[in-house]
């Protein structure tokens, strides 16, 4: 059974930085059960929206807010989903969300199509 598990939320000021992390268990990183591997983030009231996603060939996609200053990444030795996020602005405090979805599932943006799901974390930036 997959399970993921975050860490790494908290709270910074305005043109801080965080790493999220997100450990995997039941699969790997690098398997066809996790092949699409996402960052969502949701705002009180809101949907979740996607922020990043990584295929298993290492393929990543970002939404347009976030792009330049977030990396998604996996390490596939330690089985780890990683957000870093630099500049941090006020707009970027949410819930943080790791997502994963297995081949043929389409995964991408949606969060409908993502199967599995850690538990969240807040992130929180003041100005």
């Known amino acids: 059974q997959v399970q993921l598990v975050e860490s790494g939320g908290g709270s910074v000021q305005t043109g801080g930085s965080l790493t999220l992390s997100c450990i995997a268990s039941g699969a790997s990183v690098d398997s066809d059960e996790l092949y699409h591997m996402a960052w969502f983030r949701q705002y009180p009231g809101k949907d979740r929206e996607a922020v990043a996603q990584?295929?298993?060939?290492?393929?990543?996609e970002y939404d347009g807010s976030v792009k330049g200053r977030f990396s998604i990444s996996k390490d596939n030795s330690k089985n780890i989903l990683s957000l870093q996020m630099k500049n941090l602005k006020p707009e970027d405090s949410a819930i943080y969300y790791c997502?994963?979805?297995?081949w043929g599932t389409g995964g991408g943006l949606q969060w409908r199509r993502y199967r599995y799901w850690a538990q969240g974390t807040q992130v929180t930036v003041s100005s």
């Open positions: 990584i295929l298993q060939s290492g393929y990543t």
């Open positions: 997502a994963a979805s297995p």
